[in-house]
């Protein structure tokens, strides 16, 4: 246990040790990627020295993914109010509807050059429901209780209908 562990709280702990689990991963799934990539990029100009080029870039690779993250990560699990350390999470996620409306599109898509529409223009009619949910985002600080929400609003788009036609 080190002298960090010991000012944490196990909570504190166990959300410290899963960012770190986290960027871990993208720190390797990075360093697969681009593994892979000079794999490939560097098969014709240099078929062995390749297996040199990309032993060297893996940890630049890996860093390249894992700092950003747990970087990011721990910031925003940084307490606003008291400054503690990987307290704050997410406690709360609700969604309210809002609205419904009713969409409709029309748009050109060409012109018929032969057979029965011949010099006829086909037109695309679209129509669909945008429907609007307000989202409200709870995080909460385990260490002094400070709670903030974050609003948003999510917009989705549903029952879409396409129907081409021919008109003159
Ligand atoms: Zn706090």
């Known amino acids: 246990m080190s002298a960090e ?47 040199v080029f ?20 721990a910031a925003s699990a940084r307490c606003a109010a008291c400054g503690a350390d990987y307290a ?16 409709r599109r029309e748009s050109v898509v060409g012109k018929s050059i032969s057979g029965p529409n011949e010099g006829k223009t086909l037109v695309r009619k679209e129509s669909w429901t945008e429907e609007r949910y307000q989202v409200v985002v709870t995080r909460t600080c385990s260490a002094c209780g400070d709670m903030r929400q974050k609003h948003s609003v999510r917009t989705v788009t549903t029952n879409k209908v396409s129907d081409d036609i021919y008109r003159r």
């Open 54 to 73: 990309i032993v060297a870039a893996l940890p630049t690779a890996y860093l390249l993914g894992q700092w950003p993250t747990a970087t990011w990560l």
């Open 88 to 103: 704050v999470s997410e406690t709360d996620k609700q969604e309210t509807f809002l609205s419904a409306t009713p969409r």
């Open 5 to 51: 562990d010991a000012q944490l709280s196990p909570e504190q702990v166990s959300r410290r040790n899963g960012i770190h689990a986290f960027a871990t991963v993208v720190g390797v799934l990075v360093a697969l990627a681009a593994g892979a990539v000079l794999w490939f990029w560097l098969a014709a100009d240099y078929p062995v020295m390749r297996y």
